[in-house]
């Protein structure tokens, strides 16, 4: 499996991002996809989660309110649309995939794939 995420980029705050991870390969249908962050000289956070068979969403409370995760099953990708973007938002994104499905994990050891970072900075 491959994952390659992509949207990243410099924005005002206030401002919207999307953000998008396409994944290849053979998978499951039960996986979870997710979108972790890491902000300068901190530790790496969980963003938000689906379920790829369910549908289900979960959201760090950080975010909750103004990100929303979906889904493109034609393109086979996973997209982060960031809305009312925040300079605490600022950090490197990456997308994670999870073959163990059924519900969506904040740790990130769960996660079996990792995509590329993309950089997201957000200005004051």
């Known amino acids: 499996v491959q994952l390659q995420a992509s949207g990243g980029g410099l924005v005002q705050a206030g401002g919207s991002l999307r953000l998008s991870c396409a994944a290849s390969?053979?998978?499951?249908?039960?996986?979870?996809m997710a979108w972790f962050r890491r902000p300068p000289e901190k530790e790496r956070e969980f963003v938000a989660g689906f379920t790829w068979s369910g549908g289900s969403t979960y959201y760090a409370d950080s975010v909750k309110g103004r990100f929303t995760i979906s889904r493109d099953n034609a393109r086979n990708t996973v997209n982060l649309q960031m809305n009312s973007l925040e300079p605490e938002d600022t950090a490197i994104y990456y997308c994670a995939l999870a073959l163990a499905g059924g519900r969506i994990y904040s740790d990130s050891r769960r996660y079996n794939y990792w995509g590329n970072g993309t950089l997201v900075t957000v200005s004051s």
């Open positions: 390969g053979r998978t499951s249908s039960s996986y979870v």
